[in-house]
């Protein structure tokens, strides 16, 4: 019934997906780009549903509350005291660590301009994320422009201007999108 509901989503917003074949594992950071609107984020948990894809995401810790709990833990999200001496990172790697199977997807914040700004560059938690928990960096998208989505690829985090920069070119190639990365920490 989910995978129903899930595959309508995509026929009334006119947008097909594709997911490359071999690219999930067991355990990954799962990025998305473009969130334009909150139809990208229907899209994107559309696509989990269709391939039976258990997610995680992260969300502060002062929405669960009251009616919003179950809600928020039905969904996959994981509440994060972002004033805590255990940083992100590290409680992440635990998630990563205690489970066989954990699937974290994050839109990096910088990934939508708001009110016409200029977009920033993204932010790179999920890399430092990924790099601590020796998992890899898979690639979501939804483009509205092309009214296309899915999951195309991956890369094993190595060092981080150098994998930047090649999630901007394989981003820019397969899907068209521009995604604006930090300059490089490694100036000379």
Known sequence: MKKHIAEMAFKLAGVKYHVEPNVLGDKQVIIGFEHTTMMDAVLSIALFQIYDIPIHTLIKKELFKGPFKPILEGVGGIPVDRHSNKDIVAQMVEHFNSNDKFNLVIAPEAT??????QRKPIRTGFWHIAKAANVPIVFLFVNQKTKQGGIFG???PSELDHDLKLIQELYKAYTGLDIIIPEPKNKA
């Open 112 to 117: 939508r301009a708001k009110n016409g700004e």
């Open 154 to 156: 991956k890369i094993m």
